[in-house]
T-cell receptor, first 111, second 114 residues
Framework: ELKVEQNPLFLSMQEGKNYTIYCNYSTTSDRLYWYRQDPGKSLESLFVLLSNGAVKQEGRLMASLDTKARLSTLHITAAVHDLSATYFCAVVSSGTYKYIFGTGTRLKVLA | AAGVIQSPRHLIKEKRETATLKCYPIPRHDTVYWYQQGPGQDPQFLISFYEKMQSDKGSIPDRFSAQQFSDYHSELNMSSLELGDSALYFC?????????????FGPGTRLTVL
């Protein structure tokens, strides 16, 4: 059974600092996704990572994928308050339609 | 651009009542997914449909059923509601019928069971 774990679960950081969120998954997967969710809101797609070594960047966020290590990272550069949200990674269990979400990382950027 | 539409946005029910949630996918999208997200929890996959047929099933209780109609909209029917069913229910849609297609999420229906 595919399991997805994120760490840290909670992250409080100062504006201007850098940090990385980690997403580990237990079995092979076709793709890995990163989502952002604001409190009480829906999920917003951030990145889709397709292959080993894939790296994508949007603004202050950069995501990478290492399929051999079954690890994805979401790196935050020079955090700003607007990045405060919960970030989820999700993987598709190979051969199924099941998106398995990680536990989420609740990020709070302090001014 | 048109997005996924869910209705109602909020729903309050009593225990043992029934509820029906509706999802209207992005036009031309043929695949629909349902998720349940409890307070402070990660989304849990419930069920998916491709071209009106069930394509996969997750942790959906037997009290719940769902279907996709000829116009590709989907309905999630929930019976004998329990307090633990209180959650945000998301629908997502995609085009192509492959499990790796990018999903687009609706705004969610917040169900409260009293």
């Amino acid at each position: 059974e595919l399991k997805v774990e994120q760490n840290p679960l909670f992250l409080s950081m100062q504006e201007g600092k850098n940090y990385t969120i980690y997403c580990n998954y237990s079995t092979t997967s076709d793709r890995l996704y990163w989502y952002r969710q604001d409190p009480g809101k829906s999920l917003e797609s951030l990145f889709v990572l397709l292959s080993n070594g894939a790296v994508k960047q949007e603004g202050r966020l950069m995501a990478s994928l290492d399929t051999k290590a079954r690890l994805s990272t979401l790196h935050i550069t020079a955090a700003v308050h607007d990045l405060s949200a919960t970030y989820f990674c999700a993987v598709v269990s190979s051969g199924t339609y099941k998106y398995i979400f990680g536990t989420g990382t609740r990020l709070k950027v302090l001014a | 651009a048109a997005g996924v539409i869910q209705s109602p946005r909020h729903l309050i029910k009593e225990k043992r009542e029934t509820a029906t949630l509706k999802c209207y996918p992005i036009p031309r999208h043929d695949t629909v997914y349902w998720y349940q997200q409890g307070p402070g929890q990660d989304p849990q996959f419930l069920i998916s449909f491709y071209e009106k047929m069930q394509s996969d099933k997750g942790s959906i209780p037997d009290r719940f059923s769902a279907q996709q109609f000829s116009d590709y909209h989907s309905e999630l029917n929930m019976s004998s509601l329990e307090l633990g069913d209180s959650a945000l229910y998301f629908c997502a849609s995609s085009l192509g019928g492959r499990p790796t297609d990018t999903q687009y999420f609706g705004p969610g229906t917040r169900l409260t069971v009293l």
